[in-house]
């Protein structure tokens, strides 16, 4: 089992024909993906060559659905033309749209967000400003490395990509189920909660580890979830203990205002919901190692 990405999922790739798009193809493939296309609308009808596996370039979304049954879409699309291949994967009603592009501004986010939203959420949106997802051993759509831990019992939802990867490498001798990058945008497509509820219901998840950072109540949010409608044990960490007070760090989403929004709310709001919170990144994969020992 899997939550979002498995096995048999077919990829294409928004993008593919740029210099990241083609690198992270090259990879994604090398991990085992299914990519069975590329969408170009200047360069339809052409194929890419990686290292022997042919990777044919379609006009649209649309078209690449209905030429190979694609299933996910990742998208290595420009800030200034990622809202337009984002809306172009909602009305091809793709199931997955994993948008790696950093820089979106806010407004477009929303605007997509809400377009996927009126259309009956028909397409799940993974991002933007994110490293993606990966299953271990079956699929990866996005820019988490995949040699860095193998197929086990652990799923992990995060903000931050960098940390998502410290934690897979962490844990690699345990493993994960799935690993999902939600990012650190103001305006996200899925949410901690949503990742949180899929790992709730896959019966290969034993543990969860949730990584949030400082900013917005997401993880407050988070844990009101957690409190009611989550029986697996959940190891937190929150990005931001160190940061000053009434800064903005790294990522869009990481502004803080008043007590809200601080790392320390956030592991009380946790920690308050029966969540494990560690101090650091290696804390907290130490938790988790303890939970699963018995």
């Known amino acids: 089992m899997a939550i979002f990405l498995n096995k048999d999922s077919k990829v294409i790739v928004q993008g593919m024909t740029g210099a990241t798009g083609m690198k992270h193809t090259k990879l994604m493939l090398g991990d085992g993906t299914n990519i069975v296309g590329g969408v170009n609308p200047r360069k339809a009808g052409t194929s890419v060559d990686f290292d022997g596996t042919e990777v044919p370039v379609f006009g649209s979304v649309k078209e690449a659905m209905e030429k190979t049954g694609a299933n996910v879409s990742v998208l290595f699309v420009p800030p200034?033309?990622?809202?337009?291949?984002?809306?172009?994967?909602?009305?091809?009603?793709?199931?997955?749209?994993?948008?790696?592009?950093?820089?979106?501004?806010?407004?477009?986010?929303?605007?997509?967000?809400?377009?996927?939203?009126?259309?009956?959420?028909?397409?799940?949106i993974i991002g933007?400003?994110?490293?993606?997802l990966i299953t271990p051993g079956q699929s990866n759509a996005g820019i988490i490395p995949g040699?860095?831990?193998?197929?086990?019992?652990?799923?992990?939802?995060?903000?931050?990509g960098t940390l998502t990867y410290q934690m897979m490498y962490e844990l690699r001798d345990i493993g994960f189920s799935s690993a999902v990058g939600i990012g650190g945008d103001p305006v996200i497509g899925t949410t901690h909660i949503d990742a949180l509820k899929a790992f709730q219901d896959d019966p290969d998840t034993d543990l969860i580890v949730?990584?949030?950072?400082?900013?917005?109540?997401?993880?407050?949010?988070?844990?009101?979830?957690?409190?009611?409608?989550?029986?697996?044990?959940?190891?937190?960490?929150?990005?931001?203990?160190?940061?000053?007070?009434?800064?903005t760090m790294g990522h869009a989403g990481a502004i803080v205002s008043g007590s809200s929004g601080t790392a320390q709310a956030k592991k009380e709001a946790l920690e308050a919901a029966g969540v494990k919170v560690g101090k650091t990144p290696s804390e907290t994969a130490l938790l988790a190692r303890e939970i699963l020992a018995g």
């Open 210 to 247: 949730m990584i949030g950072e400082i900013g917005g109540d997401a993880e407050e949010r988070a844990a009101d979830f957690i409190k009611e409608h989550v029986t697996k044990p959940v190891v937190g960490y929150v990005a931001g203990f160190t940061a000053p007070e009434g800064k």
């Open 80 to 124: 200034a033309f990622a809202k337009a291949a984002v809306v172009e994967a909602i009305d091809a009603e793709i199931p997955l749209a994993v948008v790696i592009t950093e820089g979106i501004a806010v407004h477009d986010s929303a605007a997509f967000w809400a377009y996927a939203k009126a259309k009956g959420n028909k397409t799940r």
């Open 128 to 132: 933007p400003n994110c490293p993606g």
């Open 147 to 160: 040699d860095i831990t193998k197929p086990g019992r652990i799923g992990l939802v995060s903000k931050s």
